[in-house]
């Protein structure tokens, strides 16, 4: 599903300054509980099962409140439509991922189950890229490292800050839009990705697998050498009279373009991410004579 028919913002946010006339409940007085009027029980229970806070869920009904007045032509059931879209638990995140210092840009974007955890991000992020998953990776968040906690205890010494388990990290976890943190891949090369998380959905099906719904640009061959010897290895292809010319084009299989992106193939890819014993494309596909 495109992310844009998913119900994809916060309670009372967006939805209300879409609409003219109707009040920004971030800035209406009164709606902290300690401040304002006591909550309603089925305020606190739509809070209880959404795990929202209090506040939010008020100024929702302040939204609904003004909605009903000012639109009288909304009937009980448009309305009651309404409430249930703005209710609706977050089943997906929609989340963007582009390699850094490269430009211009190769990035994903990515709609993922909410429940699934960093390693699963992990093997979603090498099938959008069609990285290999052959070396050591990790995720920096807030000045922690997360990843397979046990390979890096074997490799880590004394004085290596500690990794700890990617497994019990879940995207639910993560209280806000535009999160942001790093995804490194392969500590030779240092292939550093930037994750945003762009916004929380609610779709009508619960995703099982995830899907890649938009993107540009390939990401740099394996074990070149990273940023520089990816600026090397494109100069090198541009010119045919370079003496390593012809052995680097049959090392990257023949063909290589930086531009190269198909929607169709990534997602397929990405939509294997979880399965076992995935196989990866040696080399990037070439095209299709006419």
Known sequence: ?????????????DKAAARPGVADPSRVDGIRPSAGPRISAFEAGVAKFQNRSYTDVRATMLVLTSLFML??????????????????PFNAVQIRVSLDDIEPPAWRRLIVPIDWNLEQLHLTIQAAFNWWNYHLHEFQIGGLRFGDAAAAYESSSVDDPKVFEQTDVRLRDFTRSGARFSYLYDFGDGWSHTVELEQWLSLD????????????????????????????FLEILADPSDLEHDDTKQWCGGYFDPDWFDLATVNKDVSNALKPNVKRRLHQPKPRKA
């Open 71 to 88: 639109t009288t032509e909304l009937d009980a059931v448009s309305m009651r439509r309404l409430a249930a879209d703005m209710f609706a």
């Open 205 to 232: 099906l619960a995703p099982k697998k995830a899907q890649c719904i938009d993107g540009a640009r390939a990401r740099p061959p394996e074990d070149v050498g990273g940023i520089p010897g990816y600026q090397r």
């Open 1 to 13: 599903m495109c992310p844009a028919e998913g119900r994809n913002h916060r309670v009372g946010e």
